[in-house]
């Protein structure tokens, strides 16, 4: 997410997110990131094909890692993917499903642009009105990078 803004992932009307599994220094079983990336692939979110995570699926379209890392165990894993906007509370639905079945920590950071005439990003909107608490820390981006990707507007 650091680098969104530069590499052209960041897309109107959508959110990237990224779970983080097992940060602070409490580890994550590589079974537990198939739990969460198995029920994000059930909500078809577009997982990012750069991420490290992703090198390890056998299908993202059911979120399957391959099985010979299943009894691995990493200090952290990230989770990236983007999806509408409007599908937020889904996410966050799926997201506290897949909680109450593993057994180490995760958070999820969300990012959207601010459209022009904006004061804030949808997101908040949509967080606010579905009671989703949400830490308003970020990183503010004054346009000085420049996308190596071109950034596409939603359809």
Same mark, same amino acid.
């Given at each position: 997410?650091?680098?969104?803004?530069?590499?052209?992932?960041?897309?109107?009307?959508?959110?990237?997110?990224?779970? /983080? @599994?097992?940060?602070?220094?409490?580890? &994550?079983?590589?079974?537990?990131?198939?739990?969460?990336?198995? !029920? *994000? %692939?059930?909500?078809?979110?577009?997982?990012?094909?750069?991420?490290?995570?992703?090198?390890?699926?056998?299908?993202?379209?059911?979120?399957?890692?391959?099985?010979?890392?299943?009894?691995?165990?990493?200090?952290?894993?990230?989770?990236?993917?983007?999806?509408?906007?409007?599908?937020?509370? /889904? @996410?966050?639905?799926?997201?506290?499903? &897949?909680?109450?079945?593993?057994?180490?920590?995760?958070?999820? !950071? *969300? %990012?959207?642009?601010?459209?022009?005439?904006?004061?804030?990003?949808?997101?908040?909107?949509?967080?606010?009105?579905?009671?989703?608490?949400?830490?308003?820390?970020?990183?503010?981006?004054?346009?000085?990078?420049?996308?190596?990707?071109?950034?596409?507007?939603?359809?």
């Amino acid at each position: 997410m650091k680098t969104n803004d530069v590499t052209g992932r960041l897309r109107a009307g959508f959110v990237n997110v990224a779970v /983080e @599994l097992g940060r602070p220094g409490i580890s &994550a079983s590589f079974e537990d990131v198939q739990k969460v990336t198995r !029920a *994000l %692939a059930r909500l078809d979110v577009e997982f990012q094909k750069e991420n490290p995570v992703t090198s390890l699926f056998t299908s993202d379209r059911n979120g399957d890692l391959n099985p010979e890392v299943l009894g691995e165990r990493v200090l952290s894993a990230l989770v990236k993917f983007e999806i509408p906007v409007s599908r937020v509370p /889904e @996410l966050v639905e799926a997201l506290e499903e &897949a909680g109450k079945t593993v057994d180490t920590v995760f958070s999820a !950071a *969300l %990012a959207e642009p601010i459209r022009p005439g904006e004061s804030e990003p949808e997101l908040i909107q949509i967080l606010e009105e579905n009671g989703i608490f949400y830490r308003p820390n970020g990183k503010t981006n004054v346009g000085l990078g420049r996308p190596f990707l071109p950034v596409e507007a939603a359809s």
